[in-house]
């Protein structure tokens, strides 16, 4: 079938609006009418390089939509008009990690996945005959796609797609942070450094998870603002003398979570020493290729303090997804307000744009209707 697709020809290029050639499911996998897709940094990445894919590729990893079509083999947790959000970790389901309930770190499929290809090591896009990679093998800058089916999750149609497109990203990475990574207890002092899609949900999470304080680092106060609406109790501006403000905020000992959702490697380091002695450094942002941190090894001995990483929320997706939609459903995390901006498919550029604006908490591609 054609579909409009945006489609990156080379790094450091915009998005061109194209009509491409998408193939039916093979075994295992599943044709689903895109209704929205997450404006991400992640995709970003790929346009500017600094993330290295084939190309062409047609990007978008956070995504929901409607099951149109089965391939060969597809039963029981997916069919023909559910509506789903896209997983962007396509996992095997048997091996060491996956038998340890954290499917984001099971390894089975990576090759496939950053070879832009479905788990059989072929494409499904193609333009004027030649190849067209998918990312993450979800492609979902696009009206279709054909994606495995293990990378759709089920969510009951009270969930709007443009909320259930958030989950698949952003609100999972966010929120899993801190119930899931952190466990944060109620009561707790949170720090967040990083006001986007990924930063907003961990403030939320936070909320819900009964934290007495929940101080935000941004580089604007637009972002802290939106934080604020979010719940957060405090913005502040991110510079030198940031610890000392979050220090002086929690009775001169820092906070007991910091959360850093930038990748940026300062940043990061300044999450760690705004902690308290005990405290826990939560790494969400991934840092560019080859980064190190410079923390103080004798701090984290004498001070006790903790350093963990936490990738795509330390979910599993099969349970996390609707977990989160009936919390959403239920009030306790304001999803819906997190959409700001909502763009068409042709205006990916403008959305990009302004990924950064004082005013975006999250931007939204509809597509149809």
């Known amino acids: 079938m054609k579909i409009q697709a945006a489609v990156l020809f080379e790094p450091g290029k915009p998005w061109s609006i194209e009509t491409v050639d998408l193939a039916e499911p093979r075994e295992g996998e599943v044709l689903v009418r895109v209704r929205a897709a997450g404006v991400c940094r992640s995709d970003w990445h790929i346009r500017t390089g600094e993330t290295k894919h084939p190309m062409p590729v047609v990007a978008g990893h956070e995504g929901a939509g409607v099951v149109e079509a089965l391939g060969e083999g597809v039963e029981g947790g997916v069919k023909v008009g559910d509506h789903v959000a896209f997983n962007w970790a396509p996992n095997c389901g048997s091996c060491f990690f996956c038998g340890k309930g954290r499917p984001a770190l099971c390894g089975e499929y990576l090759e496939p996945k950053w070879a832009g290809t479905m788990l059989d090591g072929t494409p499904r896009l193609s333009l004027g005959g030649e ?5 993450t093998a979800t492609a979902c800058f696009a009206e279709y796609a054909v994606v495995p089916a293990m ?37 707790s002092s949170v720090a967040v450094f990083g006001i986007g899609g990924v930063g907003t949900s961990t403030v939320m999470a936070a909320k819900l998870a009964g934290a007495e304080r929940i101080i935000v680092v941004d580089q604007t106060e637009g972002k802290c603002e939106i934080a604020r609406s979010f719940g957060a109790t405090d913005g502040l501006l991110m510079g030198d003398g940031v610890v000392d403000e979050i220090r002086a905020l929690t009775e001169g000992r820092g906070v007991d979570y910091a959360f850093d959702a930038s990748g940026v490697v300062s940043v990061q380091e300044a999450c760690f020493e705004s902690l308290r002695a005990g405290g826990m450094a939560v790494l969400v942002g991934i840092g560019p290729a080859g980064s190190k941190l410079a923390l103080g090894s004798p701090e984290i001995t004498r001070q006790e303090k903790t350093v963990t990483g936490s990738y795509y929320g330390t979910a599993d997706p099969a349970l996390d997804f609707p977990a989160y939609a009936q919390l959403y459903l239920e009030g306790k995390l304001p999803l819906d307000q997190m959409v700001t901006q909502r763009y068409r498919l042709d205006q990916i ?11 975006v908490a999250r931007g939204v591609i509809l597509m149809g209707d």
Do not use: M, Q, W
């Open 349 to 359: 550029n403008e959305a990009y744009t302004r990924l950064n604006d004082e005013d």
């Open 131 to 135: 190849p067209v990679y998918h990312f």
């Open 151 to 187: 990378c759709c999750v089920p969510l009951l149609k009270e969930v709007p797609l443009e909320v259930a497109s958030l989950i698949g990203c952003a609100v999972t990475t966010g929120v899993g942070s801190v119930l899931n990574t952190a466990k944060v207890e109620e009561g």
